[in-house]
């Protein structure tokens, strides 16, 4: 399994794919060395909720990575929801004439960038960040 990895520019507007890491025992590790690389500010997590916005597996999983980072670094670490993203990554990458088959290397990273680009559109419209803050 892999997780995508986006990033904006300073101000906030332009979301681009960073990295794709795996889901391992060295994932944490490797977001927080991420985080102070790019020398984040906060750090969006998304939350696979279902369709009807109940947390499943999926959800508890991202939320315990989501925990386990925030207690690895002092970027503040939000959920947001990331429902349907993987789809709208997929329709994206379609779009751009890429198959299924081209696109499996990227598609997590296009969905981290949906993600991201969700999470400062709420930003720029709330004049707040995005999310529910995760505490440890």
Do not use: F, K, W
């Amino acid at each position: 399994m892999r997780v995508g990895v986006a990033r904006s520019d300073p101000q906030g507007v332009l979301a681009v794919p960073e990295a794709t890491l795996r889901r391992d025992g060295a994932l944490v590790p490797d977001l927080v060395r991420l985080c102070a690389e790019i020398e984040a500010v906060v750090v969006y997590v998304g939350l696979p909720l279902t369709l009807a916005g109940e947390h499943g597996v999926a959800a508890r999983d991202a939320e315990s990575v989501a925990s386990a980072l925030a207690a690895g670094t002092v970027v503040p670490v939000r959920l947001v929801d990331e429902r349907l993203t993987t789809v709208t990554a997929q329709q994206v990458l379609r779009d751009a004439g890429r198959s299924s088959r081209q696109s499996r290397d990227v598609i997590d990273q296009a969905a981290a960038v949906a993600i991201l680009e969700h999470a400062l559109a709420a930003e720029r419209a709330s004049g707040n960040l995005a999310g529910r803050a995760v505490t440890v």
